[in-house]
């Protein structure tokens, strides 16, 4: 079962808005990714569900989670269909991430009270996601409209909580254009991860990073 109740959940997300989006089939190499992570500041974690190994793994996660990095919030990403969401839930994710919207899913973290967070492009798109529940809707992919789309997005649609993935870059001049345009949360996959085997210097990089978003709420 998760940690965290929905509230809190999303009260960390908003508070520590950088989102890392990673998979890999070693349990010991995520954990040290993880770890490095946290020691950068980060407390919200999408692990996705990209490989045969991904369930055993993400439990394997949890497990370090509790013991190693007690205040980090740990959700699964990439899920299509309720019966992988129930799945996941099961085994604690505390927040559910979809590349779409569907129902089925909605439905499901709706009933277990998770955060759900389906992604969506068009108003349309963004708007039907919070008629079926979503916690904070995911524009995906990020890099095909840029910043100043959900610039304009924000007029219509002002209060809607929004996260772009896809597009962002771990620079201050990426995180300054995304969050200036009003974004709520960023994520981030490949661009944070690069030479990520020395992870001193990757819980460093974050840390850095991590500072400056901070300064871009106050």
């Not at 349990?27 to 990209?50: D, H, K, P, S």
């Not at 369930?55 to 992988?84: H, N, S």
């Not at 709520?184 to 460093?204: H, I, R, Y």
Request: proline share 6%.
């Amino acid at each position: 079962m998760p940690r965290h109740n929905a509230t809190d959940t999303l009260a960390t997300l908003l508070r520590h808005p950088v989102v890392p989006v990673f998979y890999h089939a070693d349990a010991a190499y995520t954990q040290r990714i993880l770890q490095a992570c946290y020691t950068g500041g980060i407390r919200v974690f999408e692990f996705v569900n990209r490989g045969e190994r991904a369930l055993d793994v993400f439990r394997q996660l949890q497990d370090f989670v509790r013991q190693q990095c007690p205040d980090m919030v740990l959700g699964i990403g990439t899920i299509y269909k309720a019966a992988e969401a129930e799945l996941f839930i099961a085994a604690g994710a505390e927040f559910v991430v979809q590349p779409l919207a569907t129902a089925e899913v909605a439905a499901v973290c709706n009933a277990h009270d998770i955060p759900w967070l389906p992604g969506a492009l068009t108003p349309t798109e963004i708007y039907n996601a919070t008629e079926m529940g979503a916690a904070v809707v995911k524009i995906f992919p990020g890099n095909i409209v840029g910043p100043d789309y959900v610039k304009a997005l924000r007029g219509p649609m002002p209060h809607v909580k929004l996260m772009v993935t896809g597009g962002v870059e771990p620079t201050q001049e990426s995180v300054s254009a995304w969050f200036g345009a009003g974004v709520n949360a960023v994520g981030m996959g490949s661009q944070l991860f690069k030479n990520a085997d020395d992870t001193d210097a990757l819980a460093a990089r974050i840390g850095e990073l991590m500072q400056f978003v901070d300064t871009l709420k106050k």
